[in-house]
């Protein structure tokens, strides 16, 4: 059963199809990994940004965040780009997870309040090891989401992203970083970490957050 009524022979917006697949496996299992899905406008819109950036647009990753971010390349090793929400060369990448987040507030009631996001460059042997990206009760992410701008990747490069179940003895699940791919997890619960690759690897990591800002304090910085 669709969750937008038809009205007058209206059909649902196109993104929804796509939204409730998402919902759906995020209400089931908490994790959602969708091959080729994001959409090409969106998909092109974040290449031609990441191509007109070029490599010395990117930073070496942290870990932590705000003034408790450091660098240890043994358990991190790659570069990072911030995207900001306001500019115009992202604006259809915005605009969509922005559509993302309110059908999931009404789908499945998470209160997310805004989105943050940036590049991911992996160089051939760079790696991040097993990790989480939001620690039970004490973070405001709610879901990670992340996709993947690598055209022609082959099983043999490598790179993937492990997803490990949180049920003891299940086994992890691989997902290669192939152009367009779409994966949601719920950030509290799914432990995982990004395998060397043999070429160069791309791609957007994000996070929708609930609003935990007290007095006047805004919460997080990056």
Known sequence: ??????THGRL??????LFERIAGALE????????????????????????????????????????DTTTNPFVRRNRIAWIDEHDDATRAWTE???????YLNRRLFLGLFSFESHYSLYEPGDFYKRHVDAFRGQSNRVLSLVTYLNAGWRPDQGGELVIYEPEPGTPSLRVSPT????????????????LPAARTRYGVAGWFRVNASINGNIDPPR
Do not use: C, K, N, Y
């Not at 649902?12 to 199809?17: C, F, G, I, L, Q």
């Not at 994001?38 to 942290?62: S, W």
């Not at 152009?179 to 990004?194: K, Q």
């Open 1 to 6: 059963m669709s969750l937008t009524p038809l």
């Open 12 to 17: 649902p917006p196109a993104d929804d199809a």
């Open 28 to 67: 089931t299992r908490g994790l959602a990994v969708l091959p080729a899905a994001l959409p090409e406008a969106i998909t092109q819109a974040l290449l031609d940004d990441l191509a007109a950036r070029g490599e010395d647009a990117f930073e070496d990753a942290g870990i932590g965040r705000g003034r």
């Open 96 to 102: 969509w997870t922005t559509r993302l987040r309110g």
């Open 179 to 194: 152009l367009g791919t779409l994966v949601v997890f719920l950030s509290e619960v799914f432990a995982h970490e990004v």
